[in-house]
């Protein structure tokens, strides 16, 4: 199973990105193998849809989870029609995030956890 974080950067030592759509890295770990890849997020600069184009780049690497702390509205419909299951990581670091999620410690998500933003600029919560 590949679970995705969303990250302030490119390593497992990187800080948890509170954003979503426009997070700058999507940290993508496989559970079976124990691969990890980094990606700058393709959507971080959009003007509009970043939440949307996120999820179809999750979908695109097969991520089946994202640990991710603040989900607008249209990433949270846009997450559960691709049926991808977020979980509110603990912790600081991806590291951190991913052996929380390991050890089943997250819990998930149940429904957005913020208010939506309409393409506002990359430095305000999506």
């Given at each position: 199973m590949k679970v995705a974080v969303c990250s302030q950067g490119d390593s497992l030592e990187s800080k948890i990105d509170p954003r979503f759509g426009r997070s700058s890295h999507l940290i993508v770990f496989d559970t079976d193998t124990g691969d990890t890849q980094s990606f700058p997020n393709p959507s971080?600069?959009?003007?509009?849809?970043?939440?949307?184009?996120?999820?179809?780049?999750?979908?695109s690497q097969g991520v089946e989870a994202v640990l991710a702390r603040n989900i607008g509205p249209n990433a949270d419909s846009s997450l559960s029609a691709a049926g991808i299951v977020v979980y509110s990581p603990e912790g600081d670091t991806v590291k951190d995030a991913l052996a929380a999620y390991k050890e089943g410690r997250l819990s998930k998500h149940s429904g957005a956890t913020v208010r939506s933003h309409r393409g506002l600029s990359s430095g305000r919560r999506e």
């Amino acid at each position: 199973m590949k679970v995705a974080v969303c990250s302030q950067g490119d390593s497992l030592e990187s800080k948890i990105d509170p954003r979503f759509g426009r997070s700058s890295h999507l940290i993508v770990f496989d559970t079976d193998t124990g691969d990890t890849q980094s990606f700058p997020n393709p959507s971080s600069s959009s003007a509009h849809g970043a939440a949307v184009a996120t999820v179809q780049f999750l979908m695109s690497q097969g991520v089946e989870a994202v640990l991710a702390r603040n989900i607008g509205p249209n990433a949270d419909s846009s997450l559960s029609a691709a049926g991808i299951v977020v979980y509110s990581p603990e912790g600081d670091t991806v590291k951190d995030a991913l052996a929380a999620y390991k050890e089943g410690r997250l819990s998930k998500h149940s429904g957005a956890t913020v208010r939506s933003h309409r393409g506002l600029s990359s430095g305000r919560r999506e």
